[in-house]
């Protein structure tokens, strides 16, 4: 019963972390490198408490992570998205299958588009110059959350 509660309690820092990710962006747009570093710092402890097998499993993990982190770069070369948002992605990469990470990637450009329109609306209605800066960490965060909600507490699913 004590590694249910420490699997909660991983779930409940995770959530506190992507909180906090997402003021921040809507702040300040940054999300801190120290904050990213803690989110893939504590994957290792959600594996070990899952008991996921170093091989194949968290092997697998640490490359889906890489791939993702390499993705999303390749959008950031490209101007699309910014490192913060990128490091959090890469990092939140770690701590759910692949097909969990598909889902949130699915409901993150589906929280994206409305976190784009808003801005994009406030942007005009305030009448600020160049272009606005959109807090993509909002929808990562929201579809990290969401997808917490939806696999690990949902027991009525």
């Known amino acids: ?14 959530g506190v972390l992507l909180v906090i990710a997402c ?27 899952n008991g996921l097998p170093v091989w194949p499993g968290m092997l697998l993990q640490v490359a889906l992570g890489l791939a993702v982190f390499a993705l999303f770069a390749a959008l950031f070369a490209m101007g699309c998205m910014g ?26 450009a589906m ?15 305030t009448r600020r110059l160049g272009q606005p800066q959109i807090p993509y960490g909002i929808a990562i965060s929201f579809a990290a959350l969401w997808l917490i909600g939806e696999r690990y507490l949902n027991h009525f699913a």
């Open 111 to 125: 929280a994206g588009g409305v976190v784009t329109i808003v801005t994009v609306v406030h942007h005009r209605m």
């Open 83 to 108: 490192g913060g948002d990128v490091k959090l992605l890469g990092a939140l990469a770690l701590w759910f299958p692949w097909e969990a990470v598909l889902a949130m990637l699915m409901m993150m």
């Open 1 to 14: 019963m004590t590694g249910e509660y420490f699997k909660l309690a991983l779930l409940c820092a995770l």
């Open 23 to 49: 003021v921040t962006d809507w702040r300040s747009r940054i999300i801190s490198n120290r904050l990213n570093l803690a989110i893939a710092a504590l994957a290792p402890l959600w594996w070990i408490t």
